[in-house]
């Protein structure tokens, strides 16, 4: 019975922090969102859900929801958006500075010279 019990609390915070990571998945792209927001909509305690995220997916659901806006940058990118405002307004950062900061931390580079080097690249593809 308590190896069935352990077995159903594991799951539970599995899929609890499923749930979180989906709900970023979905609304990262809003510059206020937060682990408290997430609280609120799934019911518990923000501090609760940030010891659990960290402690399942072994990084902080701010590490979690900066590498998705990175990613989703770095599509915007890739995809010929070649305005670094507007790439940072829809990767979720509400400041442009602040985004090419990120950026560079991620990646190891500018979003220009980011920008730059896929379009050489897809240049040289042709």
């Known amino acids: 019975y308590t190896v069935a019990n352990l077995a159903d609390v594991k799951k539970e915070t599995n899929e609890l922090t499923d749930r979180i990571a989906e ?3 979905l609304n990262f792209s809003n510059s206020t969102l937060n682990l408290s927001d997430i609280a609120d909509e ?3 305690d923000a501090k609760y859900l940030s010891a659990l995220f960290c402690a399942k997916r072994g990084i902080t ?3 979690y929801l900066r590498g998705l806006r990175i990613k989703h940058a770095a599509f915007l990118f890739d ?3 070649e305005s670094v405002k507007s790439v940072a ?7 442009a500075l602040y985004f090419s900061k990120i950026f560079k931390q991620e990646t190891g580079m500018t979003p220009s010279a980011y920008f730059q080097r ?3 690249e897809k240049l040289n593809q042709s």
């Open 23 to 25: 709900y970023a998945n």
């Open 42 to 44: 799934l019911g518990y």
């Open 61 to 63: 659901f701010t590490q």
């Open 79 to 81: 995809e010929g958006v």
């Open 89 to 95: 307004i829809l990767s979720g950062f509400s400041d």
């Open 118 to 120: 896929r379009r050489d």
